[in-house]
């Protein structure tokens, strides 16, 4: 059973950092393309990064390009995403997904899931 763990959420001021990290068990790691999602309050949970299996290829949501960056290490199983410069807007549970090979920002094409995470950005 293939399992992700989010850690790393909490509160931060606008214009703080914080790192999300997402430690996958069980299946083969570097097979896997990983994306971020977030569902804000009230919202639908919408696309925020991707990453191939490999980490040759990234993609980044319109609203975070320039301020998140998506890596990951396979020694170590994890998947990370660094927040900075965040807004107000970027309050929301974040979640990370797995699927063979590739990301996509269609999140009924991933297979597993983590429960989530919170990021809380006062202004």
């Known amino acids: 059973q293939v399992q992700l763990v989010e850690s790393g959420g909490g509160l931060a001021q606008a214009g703080g950092s914080l790192r999300l990290s997402c430690e996958v068990s069980?299946?083969?790691?570097?097979?896997?393309?990983m994306g971020w999602f977030r569902q804000g309050p009230g919202k639908r949970r919408e696309f925020v990064a991707g990453?191939?299996?490999?980490?040759?290829?990234?993609h980044y949501s319109d609203s975070v390009e320039g301020r998140f960056t998506i890596s990951r290490d396979n020694a170590k199983n994890t998947v990370y995403l660094q927040m900075n410069l965040l807004e107000p807007e970027d309050t929301a549970v974040y979640y990370c997904?797995?699927?063979?090979?590739?990301?996509?920002?269609?999140?009924?094409?991933?297979?597993?899931w983590g429960r989530g995470t919170q990021v809380t950005v006062s202004s």
């Open positions: 997904a797995a699927r063979d090979w590739y990301w996509t920002d269609l999140e009924d094409r991933y297979d597993h």
């Open positions: 069980e299946g083969t790691f570097s097979e896997y393309g």
């Open positions: 990453i191939n299996y490999s980490g040759a290829s990234t």
